[in-house]
């Protein structure tokens, strides 16, 4: 456990390795092993591992909560839901697992299913500026620009580094000039200028979202 702690997962492997010879049903043995293969990239053996685990004990949560990660690492989303879900059946404020099931539900597109469990982290995390963006990005896939406009603000409440300021700004911008209001954006825009003066890719990112403005209102027959 102590080389595990210290990142050092080739030894930490060797060990766990020993210990299961002596003791190859043991649950607790059998998901510490998963994990360090987990840290080692090895996500199909970390799975058969904390599968085994889950055989001699169902409601493991270590394992449930492995396997979680393995089939998140892998981009295999709904498989990773599925697990999560049953980890927040046996914990319903994990917060990490919130988590997880929101960046899944985002990467398959499912936004209101995001926000929810972005939502639900939040209330146990209510200053985590990280849930307030994901929430706030989640929106704006959905075109609901004012709700991500909330986010984005209360982000900025936090104090937030500069590079995360820079993104702030950018995005508020881009916001403004979806809702048609231009002197509002261009004010954004002049404060990631300020912030900075080298960033170039500023006027295209201003172009980009006029047209983006320009095509949605085509589709919607305006112009």
């Known amino acids: 456990d ?6 050092n997962f080739y030894r930490a492997l060797f060990c ?11 649950p607790e043995l059998l998901c510490k092993k998963g994990y360090v293969l987990l840290r080692l990239h090895k ?10 685990a889950l055989d001699l004990d169902k409601n493991n949560y270590k394992a449930l909560f492995g396997l979680g990660e393995a089939y998140y690492s892998m981009s295999d989303e709904r498989s990773s839901i599925k697990y999560f879900e049953k980890v927040l059946e046996l914990n319903p404020k994990d917060v990490e697992a919130l988590e997880y099931l929101g960046h899944n539900y985002y990467d398959i597109m ?5 926000i929810n ?5 939040l209330e146990l995390k209510p200053d985590d500026i990280n849930l307030i963006l994901n929430i706030a990005y989640s ?8 709700e991500a406009l909330k986010y984005f603000k209360k982000a900025l409440k936090l104090n ?8 702030i700004f950018e995005s508020i911008g881009r916001i403004y000039i979806y809702l048609g209001e231009d002197e509002k954006a261009m004010d954004y825009f002049e404060k990631l200028k300020e912030i900075n003066p080298y ?22 027959g305006k112009l």
């Open 16 to 26: 766990y390795n020993k210990a299961l010879n002596i003791n190859p049903k043991n």
């Open 2 to 7: 102590k080389l595990y702690i210290c990142d």
């Open 43 to 52: 996500n199909d053996l970390a799975i058969k591992y904390f599968k085994k």
């Open 199 to 220: 960033h170039d890719e500023i006027y295209e990112i201003i172009a980009l979202a006029y047209e983006e403005v320009g095509k949605s209102w085509c589709d919607h």
């Open 110 to 114: 499912e936004y209101y299913k995001a």
């Open 160 to 167: 937030p580094d500069v590079f995360r300021l820079e993104e």
């Open 139 to 146: 929106y704006f896939e959905l075109k609901k620009y004012r």
């Open 117 to 121: 469990y972005f939502k639900k982290a």
